[in-house]
C-alpha cells in the first residue's frame, strides 16, 4: 500500500495496489482516529495498524460504507474498536455470510474469520457516525448494493464516496435488487446533493477535485442513461474483462426488466 496522503485537514487517503482501494483515515486534533473502509489485503491492515501506532494515534471507530467482503476486514492490530455500518449493511452481511466468506477466501485468503464483517449498525437515526472528532455524515441509498452508506466530511469538504463515482470502475448496479437502475440513479442524485465537495474518494480508484467529482457524477448518469436505452455500448473504464463481464450482465438484467414491465 501506498502512504497515507493528506488530501485535507485531518483527512489521509492510501491506496492500495491491490484493487486500487483506498481507505481513509480522519484524525482529530488530540489523536483520536476513524478509519473508513480499512484495507484489503492481511499485509496492508497490518500496515495500517502501524501507521496509527507509530503516529501514536487512538482508533476510535471503523467505518464500512457497503457490506461486500473488500470493505469488511480487519485485523487483531487495529484493536478492538467499534466497526459501524448502516443497519442495512449490517443486516444483509449477516444474512450472506456464507458467501461473502467464500468470496474472500477465494479472492484474499489468510484473514482472521472471526473479525471478517463484525460490524455494528449506526446508532439514533444512523446519520452520524459516532466518534470524537470532526462531523462525519452518512447518506444512505442502495445503488450499489442495500445499506450503501457514504461519508460527508463537511469542515474538510471530503466525500468519502464507497464504491460509487470511481474513475476506474463502471458504476456495478445491485443487479439482484427489483429496480436497480432506479436504486443506483437514487443514489447519484443523494451524491449528487451534497453541498460543498471538494475531493472524492472512491472506493476502488483515484482521488478528485470538485471538478472531477462532477465530471464522474456525469459520466456515472450518461452510463445508466445508455444502459437504460439497451442498445450495446462502451464506456472508457471497462479495462478489465471482469468489467466487461459486470456490464454484459446488466445490459441483460435492464433489457430483462424492460420485457417483464411490458
Ligand atoms: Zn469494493
Do not use: K
Amino acid at each position: 500500500m501506498q502512504r497515507f496522503l493528506q488530501i485535507a485537514p485531518g483527512v489521509m487517503v492510501a491506496t492500495a495496489y491491490r484493487l486500487t482501494s483506498t481507505s481513509t483515515l480522519v484524525i482529530a486534533d488530540d489523536g483520536a482516529c476513524l478509519i473508513i473502509d480499512p484495507a484489503v489485503t492481511v499485509a496492508d491492515l497490518a500496515a495500517l495498524a502501524c501507521d496509527i501506532r507509530d503516529a501514536g494515534l487512538q482508533l476510535q471507530a471503523g467505518y464500512a460504507t457497503h457490506p461486500h467482503w473488500d470493505h469488511v476486514l480487519w485485523s487483531r492490530g487495529l484493536g478492538d474498536a467499534p466497526r459501524y455500518a448502516t443497519a442495512g449493511a449490517v443486516d444483509l452481511f449477516e444474512s450472506m455470510r456464507t458467501e461473502m466468506t467464500d468470496m474472500l477466501q477465494q479472492s484474499e485468503p489468510g484473514h482472521d474469520l472471526e473479525l471478517f464483517g463484525r460490524l455494528t449498525a449506526l446508532p439514533g437515526d444512523g446519520r452520524q457516525i459516532p466518534w470524537t472528532g470532526q462531523s462525519a455524515e452518512v447518506i444512505v441509498h442502495d445503488g450499489h448494493t442495500p445499506g450503501h452508506g457514504a461519508v460527508f466530511l463537511p469542515s474538510a469538504g471530503v466525500l468519502v464516496a464507497g464504491d460509487m463515482l470511481s474513475d476506474i470502475e463502471i458504476p456495478l448496479l445491485d443487479t439482484v435488487a427489483d429496480e436497480p437502475l432506479r436504486d443506483y440513479r437514487t443514489g447519484l442524485q443523494r451524491l449528487a446533493a451534497v453541498p460543498g465537495v471538494q475531493w472524492v474518494v472512491p472506493g476502488h480508484g483515484h482521488v478528485g477535485d470538485a471538478a472531477e467529482f462532477r465530471r464522474r457524477l456525469d459520466a456515472d448518469s450518461r452510463y445508466l442513461d445508455l444502459l437504460t436505452a439497451g442498445e450495446p455500448f462502451e464506456d472508457p473504464r471497462m479495462t478489465a474483462q471482469w468489467q466487461r463481464d459486470s456490464h454484459a450482465e446488466q445490459l441483460r438484467v435492464v433489457a430483462g426488466q424492460d420485457a417483464g414491465s411490458g
